[in-house]
């Protein structure tokens, strides 16, 4: 026998007996989740691209660039209990990571931009669970949680919030004494005319507040419960104290002679009683504060050397790949829709000159007209009828898509700040449309010597709706399934005096004479398309 030397076993060449796996160090697990998170947001990089766009133009959602590097900090605080937990991919979060992109898919086809970012957002801490595992997702939830934040959510708001304002400031002036004169967000006092228009929502209050208010709940409470009691408060209480900004603002004016609080003092002096109101509320829910540490955090331990659920290098950059090509499916399928050439050029709406006794004039009604962007066809005309004058306005959208859509932010009546023009009322009203009973919305203006009364609908392919949320699913379901898209809105108008009732006549005889001919136009331009391509 010859002999021979032993050899040795170095710690880096142990393996686990059954796996024959390397322990994979979190500091690769890290580097490769943030890789994977990265790749997805390049992925999705027009929808990205849109959030930013919002947060450089808008102030109400100028703090979504603090959102992530805070984020990321709250997580950072946290990787002392993050190096006690053993990561292990969960392959379950794959089904929540196709859910989430066909709702953006969904989203994008409906042209819903908010949905489509909150999709996209909540698609980050999905990835975290699926490559590290639910352990770790769960024990870093609030910094990942927080991350909606980063998505400019709340416009919807806007409306409601104008109309609480208004409430508070009018019943406010009555308690005090003061005279109020009120027709919608516009009222009148003895020392002169005020209106609540969007900048005086307080939605930039609300959101500033409820945003601080719970980060300010995780930091200082370990209870969920008053966590979330803060939160709630910090959404209340923002919107009761705009109303009484406002009311102090229209107060000190008034107790002035209308030379205090206007302006750029108007401004100032808000921000100011915000910074107050958050101080208190801040300073009052400081004596609540919980210092102590989390009694949960040793039940998520466990040990570090297990061999539960290890992974060899290769196999994790896998799951990676196998991530980003999940979220990636529904971008492909958005891209192929949108290689599809459609023309929508040299579109034209044409109206008749004379139908059931309603002849077409040379002179506008007004000089108001509805702002609709991105429409590929649109025609304004005016018709008269013995005492009867109608204003009728036509905007067709052949292939929708973000600002160029029939339910968009952009497109209103009139502009909060139009020189001439003012929204005194708006609200949903039923009337006739070819025999049928139909919901439309109403709309009221005003200008120094005049007043318009406003009836409009949308029509998707022959149907009638002003539902947003159903005609964003008509369109989702068209462009899903290669259908037309298109669809149009009709505004008809005429001026009134007093009441509007005394108008609405002439508009409903309008609707009945004209309708046919109006859905003639709409259906000799989208021929116009089907003919030319």
Partial sequence: MTGSTPQTLTPSSIVDSQTEQPILHWRFMAIITLAAIATILAIYQQTVLSTVAIWLRSETFTHGFFIFPISAYLIWMKRESL???????????????????????????????????????AMIPVTVWIMLGLRVARAITFPLGFLFFAVPFGEFLIPPLMDFTADFVVTALKITGIPVYREGTFFTIPSGQWSVVEGCSGLRYLIASFTLGTLYGYLTYRSNKRRLIFAALS???????????????????????????????????????????????????AFWREDQPNLQQHENRIAANTTRGMITRRGFAMVGVITILTAALWPAYVAYLDSRHIKTDGLMIKMPESNQGWNLQATPLTDWQPHYVGAHAQAMHTYRKED???SVYLGYYRTQRQDAELINTQNYMTPQKHPIWSKVGEGQRTISLR???????????RAPSNRLLIWSWNSLGGTYTTNPYLTKLHLAKAKLFGQRDDGAVIIISTPYEGTPESAASSLQTFANDMLPAIDASLNEVANQVTHAQ
């Fill in 235 to 285: 959404l209340i209480v923002p919107i009761f104290a705009n109303g009484m900004r406002a009311y102090m603002i229209v107060m000190i004016a008034h107790l002035s002679n209308m030379q205090l609080a206007l302006g750029v003092d108007h401004y100032i002096y808000g921000w100011v009683f915000f910074g107050i109101v958050m101080t208190l509320l801040f300073w009052i829910g």
């Fill in 388 to 390: 009867k004058i109608i």
């Fill in 435 to 445: 025999g049928k009973n139909e919901t439309i919305q109403q709309t009221l203006l």
């Fill in 83 to 121: 190096a006690e937990i053993a990561p292990c991919p969960d392959y379950r979060g794959l089904l929540a990571m196709a859910g989430l992109g066909l709702g953006w898919l969904l989203a994008d086809a409906g042209s819903v931009q908010v949905v489509s970012q909150l999709c996209l957002v």
